[in-house]
T-cell receptor, first 114, second 112 residues
Framework: GENVEQHPSTLSVQEGDSAVIKCTYS??????FPWYKQELGKRPQLIID?????GEKKDQRIAVTLNKTAKHFSLHITETQPEDSAVYFC?????????????FGPGTSLSVIP | NAGVTQTPKFRVLKTGQSMTLLCAQD?????MYWYRQDPGMGLRLIHY???????AKGEVPDGYNVSRLKKQNFLLGLESAAPSQTSVYFC???????????FGPGTRLLVL
């Protein structure tokens, strides 16, 4: 079945450094790739997403890149701050069809050390 | 506008007991989802619905049933709870023509 792998599972960075989280997906038909941030005890919240017809998208300190050929996509956070500490989930889906399933990665726990 | 709400927030069950989790959304979203979240496994789709009166199975549907009698509500039922169903359950919803899913606050379920 469809699968999304995510690495690393845990990541510690110093405040101000960059953080990179990488995901790979198995279903080459996937066309929508959201990233969610989940703070401890809270609900997942969308932070950025990318469609398969775009190679890169940026929103302030957050960027996502997509390599369709390699079936890889990555989240980049620059100038990290302590409030960036959370669990981050990538996901892949085949949006716009009757096959409406989003497959999530297992998550990356990011710690930003002040 | 409350968004997506879930009832209850926390529940303890004994093995074999039944219960229903309620998800409600006031955004007029067509699509609704039930996920379970377990440590190290991300979010896994249990069941979903693309409209009132319709439901479909996700990745891990066994042991659960759902109903979508009203557009704004999506119910998740456990007929005979098992310890393996101890988890945090999240409901989500979205508009048909938009990709973004909005999550509820979660229900923490402990089955003893």
């Amino acid at each position: 079945g469809e699968n999304v792998e995510q690495h690393p599972s845990t990541l510690s960075v110093q405040e101000g450094d960059s953080a990179v989280i990488k995901c790979t997906y198995s279903d080459s038909a996937s066309n929508y790739f959201p990233w969610y941030k989940q703070e401890l005890g809270k609900r997942p919240q969308l932070i950025i997403d990318i469609r398969s017809n775009v190679g890169e998208k940026k929103d302030q300190r957050i960027a996502v890149t997509l390599n369709k050929t390699a079936k890889h996509f990555s989240l980049h956070i620059t100038e990290t701050q302590p409030e960036d500490s959370a669990v981050y989930f990538c996901a892949a889906s085949l949006w716009g069809t009757s096959y409406d399933k989003v497959i999530f990665g297992p998550g990356t726990s990011l710690s930003v050390i002040p | 506008n409350a968004g997506v709400t879930q009832t209850p927030k926390f529940r303890v069950l004994k093995t074999g007991q039944s219960m229903t989790l309620l998800c409600a959304q006031d955004m007029n979203h067509e699509y609704m989802y039930w996920y379970r979240q377990d440590p190290g496994m991300g979010l896994r789709l249990i069941h979903y619905s693309v409209g009132e009166g319709t439901t479909a199975k996700g990745e891990v549907p066994d042991g659960y049933n759902v109903s979508r009698l009203k557009k704004q509500n999506f119910l998740l039922g456990l007929e005979s709870a098992a310890p393996s169903q101890t988890s945090v359950y999240f409901c989500a919803s979205r508009r048909r023509r938009q990709e973004t899913q909005y999550f509820g606050p979660g229900t923490r379920l402990l089955v003893l």
